[in-house]
């Protein structure tokens, strides 16, 4: 699960630093961005949280950690005092889920796709924490779902097997923002949780079938890193589609593992971009992708060996019939 991450960022967006003291005393920075008149980014020790204000009330995408929410709910009055009455999580990480409890003691009703209140529901009767269900999503779909909130339509839809298996997008049609979760790490190489539904290919589909839903024009909240645009979701496509390429390639030549490590012209480009300075090393990503590769190859591998053994044994039968003929 992805531990607590604090993004630096800078926009050409009106900024509202608000600073808050933790327990320990330390400084607990959170940013609010005006993305367009209506939507609003909010970004502090977890993922990013994208807010819907308007007469209707306030319409939230993510909540961070536990410990957040008071300062959250701070930030939020300072542009509205109206309740927060839903609230979308994209998946079930616990940088994006750890307020539910306390919005959900609120009145916010909680909506998800199905496997995110499954994958939570699991976390609850294993934890040795006890964990209030009241965490759990009370509203949950299967591929999308629409809200007619604030003046405009917001679309939520699900995209298989990407981050994680339970991931969700939210499009706002009207403002024409795109908040993805964590199907986009902008400018960083991203995690994906492949122990958890997440995958490479899947990773890559979700992001293209984004670009299908939204323009140039589109404004988009990632899960982690600055504000984006539809150029920087390309970007993200182009680096994950030639560095996985570039990893299969080396696969099939026989590279190991620690040879592809070693191979730093692979990432150099991107590297020297900042992508692997984010929570994902250049090293973490590299691994991952070579595990990916390994696992959907695994099936090609075994036709491989089966055609050598199938070579081996023909071979053998061909010089034991030679040798017949010469008798």
Request: charged letters at 25%; a negative charge; proline letters at 1%.
């Amino acid at each position: 699960m992805i531990s607590k991450i604090f993004l630096n960022t800078v926009f050409l967006f009106s900024v509202l630093t608000v600073f808050s003291q933790s327990d320990t005393g330390e400084k607990n920075n959170t940013k609010l961005l005006k993305v367009t008149n209506k939507i609003y980014m909010l970004q502090g020790n977890g993922g990013n949280i994208g807010l819907s204000f308007g007469n209707d009330g306030i319409f939230m995408i993510d909540d961070q950690y536990a410990e957040d929410v008071e300062q959250i709910q701070k930030d939020i009055k300072k542009v509205s005092n109206k309740p927060i009455r839903f609230l979308v999580n994209t998946h079930f990480h616990g940088d994006h889920t750890g307020g539910n409890v306390a919005l959900a003691e609120t009145g916010t009703v909680i909506f998800s796709q199905s496997n995110v209140r499954d994958r939570l529901h699991k976390m609850i009767k294993t934890e040795t924490k006890k964990i209030s269900e009241a965490a759990l999503p009370v509203v949950t779909f299967d591929e999308d779902l629409t809200f007619h909130f604030n003046g405009e339509k917001i679309y939520v839809f699900h995209v298989h097997d990407a981050h994680t298996d339970g991931d969700a997008m939210v499009y706002f049609t009207g403002s024409n923002v795109l908040h993805t979760g964590d199907v986009f790490f902008n400018g960083k190489y991203p995690f994906i949780d492949t122990e958890n539904g997440g995958s490479v290919k899947g990773y890559i589909a979700a992001l293209e079938m984004a670009t299908k839903i939204i323009n140039e024009d589109t404004k988009i909240i990632p899960g982690h890193g600055n504000l984006g645009t539809y150029k920087d979701l390309k970007n993200t496509i182009n680096m994950l589609q030639t560095l996985n390429n570039r990893v299969t390639s080396a696969y099939v030549n026989r590279k190991t593992e620690a040879e592809v490590l070693s191979m730093t012209d692979l990432t150099k480009t991107y590297d020297d971009q900042g992508y692997g300075s984010g929570f994902i090393t250049t090293e973490a990503f590299l691994k991952m992708l070579y595990s990916e590769v390994k696992k959907n190859r695994a099936s090609f591998d075994q036709i491989d060996e089966a055609n050598k053994a199938a070579m081996k044994k023909y071979e053998q039968m061909q010089k034991e019939r030679e040798e017949n003929e010469k008798d």
